[in-house]
């Protein structure tokens, strides 16, 4: 189901707008409870190179400065990050959506990373996460996998990604936070993977 979701939302947009609408209404109605459960756990404080640090969810006050990270970020920065269009409208509509978790990492006050969950009405959540290049190397990626793996786990989802197999980093992170299994094989060499079902430990943030 999640495959053939992937495929029409790639080569045929227009067909995919309105079944994404009705796909968004069903999440809502049968996880919305347990979404708000896990928002509520999901603030973590702690330091990234001995700086202090927090995560947090994202709410629909925090678009303009989501959409000022993502417009700061490098066009090659983005070519394995497309969950949705970078525009402030669309990052609003994104923040407001229940059918969303939104994440910021913040370093000192500043956003640093972004990850979300994109549920789905079958019980899956995909991972989706992106850190600034300023901070690349430092384990944050390995964190956002291992953060959003818990999160969604505490709100009873399956924990999906679709990874390409050339996004060197990000396959290192999800390989580095647990065995995952592969689902399906994509186009242009993505795979839709699968963590193992059970509730990770809490993530640490010292990194």
Request: net charge positive; aromatic share 10%; hydrophobic share 45%.
């Amino acid at each position: 189901m999640e495959r053939l979701a992937y495929l029409i939302k790639h080569r045929f947009p227009g067909l995919f707008r309105p079944i994404a609408g009705l796909a968004r209404a069903v999440t809502v109605l049968r996880y919305g409870r347990r979404r708000e459960r896990a928002l509520g756990r999901a603030t973590l404080v702690g330091t990234v190179s001995g700086h202090p640090a927090e995560i947090r969810p994202l709410r629909e006050g925090d678009a303009a400065m989501l959409a000022g990270f993502l417009a700061a970020m490098p066009e090659d920065h983005l070519q394995f990050f497309h969950p949705h269009d970078f525009d402030a409208t669309a990052v609003e509509r994104v923040l407001g959506s229940r059918a969303f978790m939104t994440y910021g990492l913040f370093v000192e006050g500043r956003l640093n990373a972004y990850g979300l969950l994109r549920l789905s009405p079958t019980g899956s959540a995909f991972i989706g996460l992106l850190v600034a290049p300023s901070l690349q190397g430092r384990g944050l990626g390995r964190f956002l996998v291992h953060y959003l793996y818990w999160q969604a786990s505490v709100a009873g989802f399956r924990v999906r990604s679709t990874i390409s197999q050339h996004n060197a980093a990000t396959v290192r992170a999800h390989r580095a936070v647990a065995d995952y299994r592969v689902v399906a094989e994509l186009p242009k060499d993505y795979l839709m993977i699968e963590f193992p079902p059970g509730v990770p430990s809490v993530p640490r943030l010292e990194l």
